[in-house]
Structure formats: C-alpha cells, structure tokens
C-alpha cells in the first residue's frame, strides 16, 4: 500500500489519497480523496505500507508533531519502504529575499511561501527546512535518504527529498530520547527546561494518535 497525504486536488493513481473533506477546505473546488480524514490521525499496521508521499504538506506541522510523525510514519513502513516529502527551499528562498533588487511583490510571494496562504486555520507554515537539516533529520529518525531533488516553480524555491526506512526498528521510548536531543537544539540555555517538557508532551500526545496499529 502506498499513501498520498495531504493530497489537496492532485490524485495520484496507485495511492491511497487521504485529505479533509471539501468542507474543510476553503478554496479547494473539488476532492479528490479516497479517504477523507485528518492525516494526523490515521493510523495503519506496523511494517505495513510501501510508501508515504506528501506536496507542501509536512511544513504544516509544529515542530514536535512533526517529529512525532517521523517516528510514526517509521513504525508503518516495512524495512526499506519509501518516504517521500517536499517542501519550500527556506534557505533558497530567504537568500532570494536579501536580494535588495527584487520587487515588492516578488518579497510578498516569498513570504507566502515561506509563512502559508493564510486563507484557513491550517494554512500556515509552522517550520522551515533546507535539504541539509531535513536530511539531518530524517537520518535521526532512521531513514536514509537516497534522493534529493531542488526546484523552481513560478518563483518559488522548494526541494524533494527521499529516504527508505532503515531495516532497523525503533522503539517509542528510543524514539523519546532521539527528540529529546533534537528538540534541545532549539532550547536557549539551560533555563528553558520547562519549554522542553511541553514540547515533548506535544510529541508524545501525537505519536499515541499516529504510532503504528499492534495486530
């Protein structure tokens, strides 16, 4: 089986495409989901699925739910099943924006890109990635990356990037200690001990809701 999330109006023939219902949807014209559903609470069997693709979707979620969903998308894939993610090129972009020359509107559509189109509670970005920290990340989280593909599109800069699942498994508690060190990273000093023990909460809360069905 393989997943398209977040599909939007973009079917993708041989996935299972899973998005909200139009009524969700602001601007969207048509659905063209199989399942409709909040991604952040689908759930499948352990090693079950052979792939996971998601357009301009992952960049939507908070940064501890976002971990979350690694390690849960991790636990549906069978060894060597694929994740597939694109997202805006933050660094590409932002060094678009230094640029003194550009027009005002080609600043606004960066920043569309960059922050979300805002028409809906969802609509907004919550992270920023390159290449090289998505790959840092994903490779934390047991995947390794075999294809990395940068694009233009209208002006706007973005990037794909594909992993396989480790033949390794990860247990939750493993999985807790690999975010813990991550999400560090994003701590000031030592005295934001108390922002680190929400955000962990916020990535438990979410891998209970997405981590892998038990048979």
Request: negative net charge.
């Amino acid at each position: 089986m393989k997943l398209h999330l977040g599909c939007g109006q973009s079917y993708l023939p041989g996935y299972v495409n899973i998005d909200f219902p139009l009524e969700a949807h602001s601007v969207q014209s048509k659905s063209v989901a199989d399942i409709h559903a909040n991604i952040l609470d689908v759930r499948y069997p352990a090693n079950f699925i052979n792939e996971i693709r998601l357009h301009h979707v992952f960049e939507h979620f908070t940064r501890p739910v976002s971990l979350a969903l690694l390690a849960s998308w991790h636990s549906w894939l069978h060894p060597g099943g694929i994740l597939h993610i694109e997202v805006p090129n933050f660094h590409h972009q932002v060094l678009m924006l230094s640029n003194p020359n550009v027009s005002f509107s080609e600043h606004a559509l960066a920043i569309r890109h960059l922050f979300g189109s805002h028409e809906a509670s969802w609509a907004v970005h919550c992270e920023g990635y390159s290449p090289q920290t998505l790959q840092y990340i994903l490779e934390q989280y047991g995947y390794r990356v075999t294809e990395i593909r940068e694009n233009e599109w209208r002006g706007t800069y973005n990037f794909e990037i594909i992993a396989c699942k480790k033949a390794e498994s990860t247990t939750k508690d493993e999985y807790l200690e690999i975010t813990r060190g991550m999400l560090s990273n994003y701590l000031l000093d030592s005295t934001e001990h108390a922002l680190l023990t929400v955000w962990l909460e916020i990535y438990k809360d979410q891998v209970e809701r997405s981590w892998a069905l038990t048979p």
